[in-house]
T-cell receptor, first 112, second 111 residues
Framework: DADVTQTPRNRITKTGKRIMLECSQT?????MYWYRQDPGLGLRLIYY???????NKGEISDGYSVSRQAQAKFSLSLESAIPNQTALYFC???????????FGSGTRLTVV | QKEVEQNSGPLSVPEGAIASLNCTYS??????FFWYRQYSGKSPELIMS????GDKEDGRFTAQLNKASQYVSLLIRDSQPSDSATYLC???????????FGTGTKLQVIP
């Protein structure tokens, strides 16, 4: 099993729908992150969390919300999806003292 | 100004040549840097990290850091077609709470 698992792998949804992307990890890391990736714009940070009670906004948090249900689970929600949220979304984890990320395999989201 | 900048490429090199990928950064306080490799449609994979001035070698990969000039580079010796990917430069920011990524350089190794 993958260290960082994202579900779903692909999703097509309609404008205005609520959608949740889920991330779970088995690495025991306390730090979890959500990024989106768009061509030419690279990886941009949406939200990050250092533990269950710690949630922080990244550079592009508008239109998104997150929930850290447990140390191992970090979900990203789009309350009312819009077409410019079409992107590849990555969850990542990082342990304390180790600054390299472990990424999940990504969720390709299309909003029509 | 973006904190970490890379040329988007594509950088094309023949098989067996040395590929040189470069990254500049604006935060003089940055202490560490990472190189990730990302195949098309896949997730980024950490391949090198460097924390001090000079060179760090790992197999065919060498990372170079020059803090005075604020650039970091990745050299790939004996490039193979399997090295064709986008390479992302990254650096911790805001007191190491998160990592800022460059937009990546696409490398094409021509057989």
């Amino acid at each position: 099993d993958a260290d960082v698992t994202q579900t779903p792998r692909n999703r097509i949804t309609k404008t205005g729908k609520r959608i949740m992307l889920e991330c779970s990890q088995t690495k025991g890391h306390d730090r979890m992150y959500w990024y989106r990736q768009d061509p030419g714009l690279g990886l941009r940070l949406i939200y990050y969390s250092f533990d269950v009670k710690d949630i922080n906004k990244g550079e592009i948090s508008d239109g998104y919300s997150v929930s850290r249900q447990a140390q191992a689970k970090f979900s990203l929600s789009l309350e009312s999806a819009i077409p410019n949220q079409t992107a590849l979304y990555f969850c990542a984890t990082r342990g304390s003292g180790n600054y390299g990320y472990t990424f999940g395999s990504g969720t390709r989201l299309t909003v029509v | 100004q973006k904190e970490v900048e890379q040329n988007s490429g594509p950088l094309s090199v023949p098989e067996g040549a040395i590929a040189s990928l470069n990254c500049t950064y604006s935060d003089r306080g940055s202490q560490s840097f990472f190189w990730y490799r990302q195949y098309s449609g896949k997730s980024p994979e950490l391949i090198m990290s460097i924390y001090s001035n000079g060179d760090k070698e790992d197999g065919r990969f060498t990372a170079q850091l020059n803090k005075a000039s604020q650039y970091v580079s990745l050299l790939i010796r004996d490039s193979q077609p399997s090295d064709s990917a986008t390479y992302l430069c990254a650096s911790p920011s805001e007191g190491y709470q998160k990592v800022t990524f460059g937009t990546g350089t696409k490398l094409q190794v021509i057989p």
